[in-house]
């Protein structure tokens, strides 16, 4: 089993580490050739061009900036990667997937799609999760090596799924992330260090949030009580945001959002 890393920015280079740590035997390239040298230093073969990186291997993982270089790192080898497994762990929506999985069986390539549920630090620790979907013979094939990155969890032979959990779960990080930094914001007009907000209030705050979660997984609906005593809160942190000269706009909407989806107002 030899593989092939095509991409060595920060996750490129934590995922072929794995790898190499793992003692599988890893073939590593990288437009600006200089990132390479870490690695060869750890005992990765080192490739001058995308030709020599996919020419041995069984496993080729694509991990670029986005699908425009992807398709600018592979198209050229098409033909070489026939007969051999693609997996592309590079972040793009469900659609760029379904097509980049319909041009590698058109060349003869099996195509896995991978979600990176963690950051580079995390890669090689048992609770960061890959998604992946796309061919599930190849992925069996190939899990076990695989896990030298993390736990992986296979979502189905669409291929478009890995992509669209992924977006889904980074919207809800980006959705906590902007909360927090307004709260943080909002706790800094008042001369509270942002640092020891966050430690002492904000993380155990939203920790216990997070429990609530399955209970309100997949009701959509607000009661009207509920409605009104959000619609309250929501008003005052509007109006405080203001006053403290915090930007309001990414509050703002939530409570307009609240408003929309209000229970129409009975008629006589
Ligand atoms: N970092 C994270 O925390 C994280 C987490 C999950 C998923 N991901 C995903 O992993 C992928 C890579 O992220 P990263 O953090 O490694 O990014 P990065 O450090 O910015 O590296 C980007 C990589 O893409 C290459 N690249 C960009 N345009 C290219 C082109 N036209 N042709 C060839 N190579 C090109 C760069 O090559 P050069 O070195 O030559 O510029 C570099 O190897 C992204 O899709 C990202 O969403 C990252």
Redesign the pocket.
Known sequence: MTMTVL??????QALATAFVKAGLPTTVW???AH?AEALAGLGAVRAETVADAVREADLVVV????Y??VR??LEPVAEQLSGRVLLN???GTAADARRLAEWASAHGVSYVDGG?M???QGIGRPESVILYSGSREAFDRWAVPLGAWGTGKFLGTDPGLAALHDLALLGAMYGMFAGAFHATAMAGTEGVPAERFTEDLLVPWLHSMVDVLPMLAGNTSVSEERRLVERVALTNIVSTSAAQGVPEHLIAPLRSLLDAHAEPAATA
Not at 7 to 12: E, I, P, T
Not at 63 to 66: A, E, G, P, T
């Open positions: 991409g060595l920015g920060a996750m490129g990288n437009r600006s990132k991990c670029v900036l986005d425009a270089a600018e790192v762990v590079t972040n990176i963690a950051i580079p």
